[in-house]
């Protein structure tokens, strides 16, 4: 479990901060735990639309696991004093979790992101066979693309218990994948644990490409996204907010405990 000390408060809303290999650890007794645990990963943008969204907070705060994912938590954790050593992205947290699983034998149930098409197999299938190239021991229970209709959710959540999975993947984008895994996590049978991966399975697939190294080293993704796809700018904008909100946030808080000296 993660310590209570290692909880703290971005915006009012829940992040473990923590490092990479205290993350692992933390998910390696969620999978030996009975029961199923959510694993979060926030950024910025995730953590700002939480503080308006009520369900999205509450789950965050019940997570097994708040990982921060983004530069912009690395920087807002700097101005409240925080000690996160390192940004843990999501992608490269699913990649030591695929390890794990490969090593333990665990199966991975991936879920989410685009059907299949005439010219090629869906996402998540291809996502699949690109993970068992890198891993050739991982067992992948099962996969099931991310556009289905809200009457056929039961089914595969079905089937997915019938998979016998361990561990689940889920691609909707946020919070679309995290309110999924919330309301069946009562169902999961024999899945210990869970991943929003947002567009995660694309990069494994190869659909989409990731920034390269250069942009992750400087935490600048989001200018490699912002020159590929223009239209996104607005998106962008939430960063700079997130941080004034932050720094506002901090002020206030020193404010009042001058006050009260
Ligand atoms: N997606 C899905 N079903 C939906 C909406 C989205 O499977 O109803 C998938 C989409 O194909 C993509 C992922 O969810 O693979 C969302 O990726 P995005 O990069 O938008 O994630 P976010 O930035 O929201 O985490």
Redesign the pocket.
Known sequence: MVKMDKRKKILGIDVDIINKDEALEVFKELMEKEGFDMIVTPNS??IENATRDEELALLISEAGLIIPDGIGLVYASKLLGYELEERVTGIDFLTEILAYLEETGKSVYLF???PADEERKS?AELAASRMKEKFPQLRVAGTH????KPENESEIVAEINRSGADFLCV????P??EKFMKAHAQEFTSVRAGI????S??VWAGT?KRAPEFYQKHGLEWLYRFAKQPSRWKRMLRLPVFMLKVIAGSKDRSESENSRE
């Open positions: 943008e995730i989410g992101s685009k996402v693309h991310g556009y289905f691609a909707l984008g946020s679309k994948q929003g991966v947002g567009g399975l694309d989409v």
